[in-house]
């Protein structure tokens, strides 16, 4: 019996041994500050609310008045297919020249970039580039707009070169309660511009900072691929012909099995946070409208995957590494 | 670690060299070299065997634990 329970006792001093191990502990940590973290960003209070959402409808009944000029004109119902087709396209072309096309080449590392935009109110991309006004922009790649509206989704445009966000909002109707809705469509002007073919956000800025973000994204750009190219690629190819070569359990292929987990785990986490970052830098573009996309949301899982999986590889190496030193060392 | 192979001793003692014992233990001068310098970790008892047979002498006089402080 007595054997038994010291049995069982150094099962569990194993079991407790294993959740010592450091990289557990900084994964464990470095996924409860990120908690944290998520959780004050998305209950700072500069998110204004403007209207009911579609959520607390749900199957009241509601009443709709459509009192605005359309933003864009409308196809007439006589139009031929092909006419139909070509005017479409028009409205399409001339509304992404309202909203501003790209003016020249725009630089991007993962959530950040540099943009610059043209646009003018009544002419086309193949007209003299002075008729145009030239603007510049910071992309915040994983901010998108929330388009899910309380009826209609929710669109953006530009007229006069301000941005407007066109939704209806929802209000109970008085004396009836939550039974009853009456909706609106509304104009709400917004401090953020949008890129509605990439759905990312866009913070105005001068000239002068766009030229510096495009040449400094650019390098680091270039050395964040180089440094993947030559350590993650390199690496892994590297600890590949290291096995094929008969020496699996070396010190090289530990440290690079190592130097891959903490890539995978640190560099997509370190990008998330300060994605985060942004919008406590820019708090004064954000809105109630927007959201995180779902690209933030893919690149850390899928990085968080490949780190478990090369995280269980270099303990596994690093074991196999120790068990090969004792029998090298045994006579 | 605080075991220390005294293979020297009993080596000057017997009048025999390196290359002659691993020889007759059958193990190589790599080997040998590690359990001289005292980067061994463990020694088969085998091995043990066969040195003290090569060296007609008892585990006791090539093994000693000095603790290190």
Redesign the interface.
């Known amino acids: 019996m007595r054997n038994v329970y010291v049995y069982n006792l150094n099962v569990i001093n194993m079991k407790l041994n294993l959740l010592n191990y450091r990289i557990v502990n900084v994964v464990i940590n470095g996924a409860i500050i990120l908690f944290i973290v998520l959780l004050v960003v998305s209950a700072l209070p500069f998110m204004m609310k403007s209207g009911t959402s579609i959520h607390s409808i749900g199957s009241a009944g509601y009443s709709i008045s459509r009192s605005l000029k359309p933003i864009d004109s409308l196809p007439s119902d006589t139009l031929s297919h092909g006419k139909y087709m070509h005017f479409v396209d028009s409205v399409k072309q001339s509304r992404n020249m309202k909203n501003g096309v790209l003016s020249s080449w725009s630089v991007s590392a993962g959530f950040i970039g540099a943009v610059p935009l043209e646009r003018c109110e009544e002419c086309s991309i193949w007209d003299d580039s002075k008729l145009k006004v030239k603007e510049y922009f910071i992309s915040l790649n994983w901010w998108t707009l929330d388009t899910v509206g309380a009826i209609d989704p929710t669109k953006y445009y530009v007229k006069g070169g301000e941005p407007y966000l066109r939704k209806v909002v929802c209000k109970p109707e008085p004396g009836k309660g939550n039974e009853t809705f009456h909706c609106n469509e509304v104009d709400i002007p917004v401090p953020f511009r949008y890129d509605v073919s990439n759905k990312y956000m866009l913070i105005p800025v001068s000239e002068q900072i766009v030229k510096v973000l495009r040449v400094v994204l650019s390098c680091f750009t270039s050395l964040l691929i180089l440094y993947f190219l030559y350590y993650i690629v390199g690496g892994f190819i590297k600890f590949l012909m290291e096995i094929a070569r008969g020496t699996p359990f070396s010190d090289r292929n530990v440290r690079r099995l190592k130097r891959i987990t903490l890539s995978f785990l640190l560099i997509p986490l370190a990008f998330f946070l300060l994605n985060l970052l942004m919008r406590i830098v820019f708090y004064r573009y954000f809105t109630a409208d927007i959201k995180l996309s779902a690209a933030a949301w893919g690149v850390l899982w899928k990085a968080a995957v490949l780190s478990v999986i090369f995280a269980a590889l270099y303990f596994a190496f690093k074991q196999g590494k120790k068990l090969k ?2 029998q090298d ?3 | 670690m605080a075991i220390i192979i005294n293979i020297d001793v009993m080596l000057a003692r017997r009048k025999m060299s390196l290359t002659e014992l691993s020889e007759k233990v059958g ?1 190589t001068m790599s ?2 070299s ?2 001289k310098t005292g ?6 008892v085998e ?1 043990l065997d066969a040195i003290c047979k090569a060296l007609n002498c008892q585990p006791g006089d090539i093994l000693e634990y000095a603790e290190v402080e």
């Open positions: 030193d004792e060392l045994t006579v | 193990i080997n040998i590690i359990l980067k061994a970790k463990a020694i088969r091995t």
